[in-house]
């Protein structure tokens, strides 16, 4: 067990359709990391928040956006969704030694997501 | 931005020592992580290289040289169980971990 918990496991939905993903990170952990795993793909960097606050964008796509609270956990949220938006969403948080990621990541088990 | 070449698929023989290699091009490269992820799990840390040379934990063993954008990782006594998909990843000046494309490794009796 990462610390790091997502829900929903797995969701369907039709096109069209907009979901929220949920993410808390493991106690502690100001970063939560965003990434999309597509089949038999790698894995996609999103989108990260430190502390609240938007730090870096991956190839997020305008039709998804996310937040951190101030409780730290954090939501991505997918609209207008396309068949090629299945995939697995991964949430991970990091610990940070002088403000620099020490290279591990902790990731929740993830939430698939099928459009159909 | 960023690019990581690693090898599709590799296969071994249970007990065997395999190398996966990643070469990478980044801007603003803090260190080198590998990382595992069995069919259907989560990917789970491995290991960091932010130095240059070889960092061994168990079986696995991790290396890097900067100065030839190469890393790779070691696994010794291969077993069954480390059948899976494994990734390197490339730390940026942003405190961000941009992934490569995996490599499926699968050992075989």
């Known amino acids: 067990d990462s610390g790091v918990t997502q829900t929903p496991k797995h969701l369907i939905t039709a096109t069209g359709q907009r979901v929220t993903l949920r993410c808390s990170p493991r106690s502690g952990d100001l970063s939560v990391y965003w990434y999309q795993q597509s089949l038999d793909q790698g894995l996609q960097f999103l989108i990260q928040y430190y502390n609240g606050e938007e730090r870096a964008k991956g190839n997020i796509l305008e039709r998804f956006s996310a937040q951190q609270f101030p409780d730290l956990h954090s939501e991505l949220n997918l609209s207008s969704l396309e068949l090629g938006d299945s995939a697995l969403y991964f949430c991970a948080s990091s610990g940070h030694i002088q403000g620099r990621n020490t290279g591990e990541l902790f990731f929740g088990e993830g939430s698939r997501l099928t459009v159909l | 931005g960023q690019s990581l070449e690693q090898p599709s698929e590799v296969t071994a023989v249970e007990g065997a020592i395999v190398q996966i290699n990643c070469t990478y091009q980044t801007s603003g490269f803090y260190g080198l992580s590998w990382y595992q992820q069995h069919d259907g799990g989560a990917p789970t840390f491995l290991s960091y290289n932010a130095l240059d040379g070889l960092e061994e934990t168990g079986r696995f063993s991790s290396f890097l040289s900067r100065s030839d954008s190469y890393g790779y990782l070691l696994l010794q006594e291969l077993q069954m169980k480390d059948s899976a998909s494994y990734f390197c990843?490339?730390?940026?000046?942003?405190?961000?971990?941009?992934f490569g494309t995996g490599t499926r490794l699968t050992v075989i009796p």
């Open positions: 990843a490339v730390l940026t000046g942003a405190n961000n971990l941009f």
